[in-house]
């Protein structure tokens, strides 16, 4: 089968940067100036990039990271508060921006991978908190500052960190605001595993290998089945994931994997 070529997708902002290559979608926090820093055009230019990669046949998985290697993401921009997040109409626009970004996210039906080098503070734990699988280098830090600035915390932000790590460390991020090193952000179950500076693209990029080598159908329905395990049980669409996996048993890729493995070979997913 042949590779489809390295291609790029215009975000609107060259503060965000969108790039496939062989199966892989990559979104770039390109601020490195400001330790990637979360401006408000970065959250509008996250829209059109995370619609991209969901409707692009050819990607498997999406990985996160940051500019340079000091920061993934070091919050958001706090510059731009004192215009943006004062005044109750700017506030209404600012926010109206972050739910159209939060919408985006969870309409991604791709497995995410957030590579996590340096400062992932505030806005940018938020959003590794949007990918499944959070991968850090030894040097990482991780802080919700809120308290120590005295904004209001959203409610959205504080259940996702809830559901990752419980109530106990939830609240004693949130509380603190103190930073917290990989190893302990590990121990609390924030992120799935930390690694040695030097080896954190290889290992990315080897579990986003690994992760493309296999059958989208049936990862979707993985991760559908999961993000309805969030919700309040009477909210689940249980019937919707059903089918899901349904569809795995009709699919062509089903039969593929059943060869594969008579013939002892590698299979070859096709998504169908």
């Given at each position: 089968m042949t590779t489809p070529p390295t291609r790029s997708y215009d975000t609107?902002?060259?503060?965000?940067?969108?790039?496939?290559?062989?199966g892989i979608g990559r979104i770039t926090f390109n601020n490195p100036e400001k330790h990637n820093a979360l401006s408000l055009g970065m959250q509008q230019a996250l829209v059109p990039a995370?619609?991209?990669?969901?409707?692009d046949a050819d990607v498997r998985v999406v990985v996160l990271t940051g500019a340079g290697n000091k920061a993934f993401v070091s919050g958001a921009d706090i510059s731009e508060f004192g215009e943006q997040r004062t005044a109750p109409e700017a506030r209404a626009a600012y926010d109206s921006v972050a739910s159209d970004a939060a919408a985006a996210w969870?309409?991604?039906?791709?497995?995410?991978?957030a590579m996590i080098?340096?400062?992932?503070?505030?806005?940018?734990?938020?959003?590794?908190?949007?990918?499944?699988i959070r991968i850090a280098s030894t040097d990482a830090q991780f802080a919700i500052p809120a308290a120590r600035l005295g904004l209001g915390y959203g409610y959205g932000g504080v259940e996702a960190l809830f559901g990752l790590v419980g109530p106990a460390f939830a609240a004693e991020i949130l509380f603190s605001a103190r930073r917290m090193p990989a190893a302990e952000a590990l121990q609390i179950g924030l992120i799935n595993r930390v690694v040695a500076a030097d080896d954190l693209e290889t290992t990315v990029e080897g579990l986003a290998r690994a992760i493309a080598a296999n059958a989208p159908m049936t990862i979707a329905a993985c991760k559908a089945a999961i993000g309805e395990l969030r919700r309040a049980p009477e909210h689940r669409d249980v019937a919707g994931v059903n089918a899901m996996i349904e569809a795995c048993f009709r699919s062509q890729d089903y039969l593929e994997g059943q060869r594969a493995f008579?013939?002892?070979?590698?299979?070859?997913?096709?998504?169908?």
């Open positions: 609107g902002s060259d503060k965000l940067l969108c790039v496939v290559d062989d995370l619609a991209a990669l969901a409707a969870r309409a991604m039906s791709k497995p995410i991978i080098r340096g400062y992932c503070i505030g806005g940018g734990l938020i959003t590794a908190m949007q990918a499944d008579a013939e002892k070979r590698p299979p070859r997913f096709a998504g169908s």
